[in-house]
């Protein structure tokens, strides 16, 4: 039986059944109806698996008497495909998603194309099971259709030709890695034979003969497994990068990568690059010669020491590397190009080479950064070059971990899940003011809804995964969104899964009103105490902790129903929450620490179970103050006998900061984020050392909170209609900001000296709000605002 099917009767399941039939039923129909509409036919190679690791190369030549104005094609595949026109890179994917929603990329092709003869050129491949956790799959299929009638000999269909690529397999690092302790997601590592590959399949003269005549997929009258949607995110970006420097070498290394390195026959040589930030790219390498030879391109975030620790991830002497590996397979042809289907996310990369009787040349190395394509809008100029550092890590973090959707870790996983998808959201609205990225995730997490009515904690993943608490993130998320952007269209799709979440966990209130243990993994942060599980229960099974989180989602519920019109809902929620916060503080609050506990038996503190009581007012506003000092008087870094929280949770700790009103006590929050600083982190990790992964946009949200609490900037009503700025500079005695706002620019310079603060205050067209400071509130009005008050 399901986790939640004690809660439902056999009625309301058979209920749920039908419907799910009918949802069924009609993505059927919905499928038949377009595969009708359509002229293009999904299309592979006859002796391609239909459920397996595969390779293939599509082309369709074609020939125009004049270059068309515009030349607009749909194309997608399953799993992915790299798309050309007469040689040159058009763009790739689709964008990940389920079957039910299944992206196509729209490209106009025109300016590519020539009177006389043209050649669309496509590498599709399916990894099946060995593909990403976050990719799904029906069966291998690639598709194309233009818009345009006049242009239908683009579609796919009998006119494409195929060939299978032999040279290409991968196998999954998975075993090696667990053995090591770490949990990997990522997707396979990839092999390429030259002596079996297919090197002129992309040639305008190679001979036609040795390709295929493209099948269908599917058969007569068979229902279209995808339901094709247009993808609303652009392409990712693919641009040119400096591969790196040559750090360690077994051999002189010259001007490599800039210039050709030759290594002779019979020789074994590694030589280790470091690209001086970690990044996610598409690494090339380029070699002649070389038959009988293997080359392996290994990539880390960092080097280990002999005890397989990181340390400062800047030191190389004595660090070896560990990661995920590439092999290539020279068959001694010139100028091959060894290159990935997928991009990879690494600082140091190291090319092993085994030369066998034929020396080998490194004719070069070229990388392409890719992730989503934010702008970056907002400014962050402090007078302390330390602060600035921190901002510009946070939002390198978010542009290393941001693709088709936000992911937790671009090396480890790739996956959207909601606690760090909410971070790295925020991030982007504070310095990109671009919220499609955002609406994606939410959008894919409503998708995930089980038939219980929670999300699943990562979306789209092809395995379940129910973490309930973070069904209560996901309400948090919709009412940011909600704050900071106009488009209340996402908070009303969104509230049928918010309404479902809280009737689930409803079902799991005790008559003394706190939540006891729901099924699922209740987690809530990365706490690592003894043997202790996190968080705490007492005998009765009975949480605080889980408790807060619910009580906060009450209270963005209540606030998201008032917003659509649904005041009777709003009303419920808002009682709920009012009567979660006397149990939690009656039950939990202990009177002789000052402190909340993680459950009733309050044996167990936490920073956590705190700053959530804080930031949802579960202790009086007159214990609050007191409270944070006791549980966090220097950010995440927790006093003896508390837990202490991630850097992920410091995400809730700013904000209850804020609630308690000490939000001028946040540069001293940022204690821990320096002390990475002095280890030479180029983006955030997941954890305190030891860390597996180094590159975890949750830990990123100091970028955001420098805007919204130090410079001050931040909705002061729903829809960013109006901006409150209330800044708490502390120390500093310069800042020069800036913020994206649906409107434009919202600048701000201040300038403090012993007994004066001035500010100049820019908002732009049509915006209105007001400047706090102390105890007094100043109006703003659009345009430059300039004010100065004692300090």
């Known amino acids: 039986m399901h986790y939640a099917d004690a809660l439902v009767s056999p009625r309301a399941r058979l209920g749920r059944c039908c419907a799910a039939l009918v949802a069924v039923l009609a993505m059927c129909v919905i499928a038949r109806q377009a595969d009708a509409d359509t002229r293009a036919a999904w299309i592979t190679h006859a002796e391609a698996p239909a459920n397996g690791r595969v390779t293939l190369h599509f082309r369709r030549d074609f020939t125009l008497s004049v270059r068309p104005v515009h030349a607009a094609i749909r194309v997608t595949a399953d799993n992915r495909f790299i798309l050309y026109v007469n040689g040159t890179r058009v763009g790739a994917g689709p964008a990940r998603g389920d079957l039910a929603h299944w992206r196509y990329e729209r490209f106009d092709i025109a300016a590519l194309l020539v009177p006389g ?347 379940p995964q129910a973490i309930p608490t973070f069904s209560l993130i996901f309400i948090g998320m919709v009412h940011d969104f909600w704050m900071y952007n106009p488009d209340v269209g996402v908070v009303r799709r969104s509230l049928p899964v918010v309404r479902s979440t809280l009737d689930w966990f409803h079902g799991y209130l005790q008559p003394d009103g706190l939540l006891r243990e729901v099924p699922g993994w209740s987690f809530v942060d990365w706490i690592k105490a003894e043997d202790r599980s996190y968080p705490s229960y007492d005998a009765n099974r009975e949480t605080c902790v889980t408790s807060l989180i619910y009580l906060g989602a009450l209270d963005e519920a209540a606030a998201l129903e008032d917003a659509a019109g649904e005041r009777t809902r709003g009303k419920t929620d808002r009682s709920s929450a009012e009567g979660l916060r006397k149990a939690v503080y009656g039950k939990c609050w202990d009177e002789g620490r000052g402190l909340i506990a993680d459950s009733p038996t309050k044996t167990v503190f936490s920073q956590d179970a705190n700053a959530l009581a804080v930031l949802y007012d579960a202790v009086p506003k007159t214990e609050q103050a007191n409270v944070l000092a006791k549980a966090w008087p220097q950010g995440t870094s927790a006093p003896d006998g508390l837990l202490p929280a991630s850097f992920y949770f410091g995400f809730y700790g700013a904000r209850a900061y804020e609630r308690a009103g000490l939000a001028d006590r946040y540069l001293g929050f940022l204690q821990p984020w320096r002390a990475l600083l002095k280890q030479n982190f180029t983006t955030w990790p997941e954890l305190r050392e030891p860390t597996r992964s180094d590159s975890h946009a949750w830990s990123g949200h100091p970028t955001a909170d420098l805007l919204s609490i130090v410079a001050g900037i931040a909705p002061a009503s729903p829809g960013f209609g109006t901006v409150r700025i209330a800044p708490h500079l502390g120390v500093l005695s310069s800042l020069d900001v800036a913020t994206p706002h649906p409107r434009g620019l919202i600048e701000a310079r201040y300038v403090q000296s012993a007994d004066r603060l001035k500010a100049a205050l820019r908002l732009p067209p049509g915006l209105h709000g007001i400047f706090v400071w102390k105890d007094r509130t100043i109006v703003l009005h659009p345009g430059m605002n300039e004010i100065e008050v004692p300090r």
Do not use: C
């Not at 030709?161 to 999954?172: A, E, L, N, Q, T």
């Not at 247009?230 to 392409?235: I, Y």
């Not at 090339?284 to 002999?306: H, I, N």
């Open 117 to 463: 003869a043209n050649r669309i050129t496509a590498t599709v491949w399916n990894w099946d099971q060995a593909a990403p956790m976050a990719q799904m799959t029906a069966r291998t299929g690639f598709y194309v259709e233009a818009e345009a009638p006049a242009l239908s000999m683009l579609d796919s269909g009998a006119d494409w030709r195929v060939r299978i690529d032999k040279g290409y397999s991968v196998k999954s690092p998975l075993g090696r890695l667990i053995r090591m302790g770490w949990y990997y997601a990522a997707g396979p590592e990839e092999e390429i034979d030259a002596t079996q590959g297919d090197w002129s399949w992309d040639d305008p003269k190679a001979d036609a003969a040795t390709w295929q005549t493209a099948v269908a997929v599917l058969k007569p009258n068979e229902p279209v497994p995808w339901h094709l949607i247009s993808d609303p995110l652009p392409q990712m970006r693919f641009q040119p990068a400096d591969p790196g420097r040559v750090v360690r070498s077994d051999l002189p290394a010259g001007d490599f990568p800039g210039k050709a390195l030759a290594i002779p026959a019979h020789k074994s040589v590694r030589i280790l690059l470091d690209r001086g930030i970690v990044s996610a790219a598409y690494p090339k390498l380029v070699l002649s010669g070389g038959a009988g030879s293997t080359v392996k391109l290994t990539y880390a975030e960092a080097l280990y020491d002999e005890h397989n620790a990181k340390g400062d991830r800047a030191a190389v002497d004595d660090r070896h590397i560990i990661g995920i590996e590439d092999q290539f397979i020279p068959d001694g042809g010139e100028f091959r190009s060894f290159a990935p289907l997928w991009w990879r996310a690494w600082r140091y990369l190291e090319i092993d080479v085994e030369t066998g009787d034929q020396p080998l040349t490194l004719d070069g190395l070229q990388v392409n950064e890719t992730g989503y394509p934010f702008v970056q809008r907002a400014r962050f100029k402090s007078s302390d070059p330390e602060l600035d550092r921190i901002w510009d890590v946070g939002w390198h973090t978010l542009q290393v971990d941001a693709h088709e959707t936000f992911m937790d870790t671009a090396y480890w996983e790739q996956l959207q899940y909601v606690g760090d998808a909410r971070v790295e959201a925020m991030i982007s609205f504070a310095v990109a003011g671009d919220p499609r990225l955002a609406e994606q995730a939410i959008d894919a997490l409503i998708d995930s809804r089980t038939p219980e009515g929670i999300t699943q904690s990562r979306y789209p993943s092809r395995s």
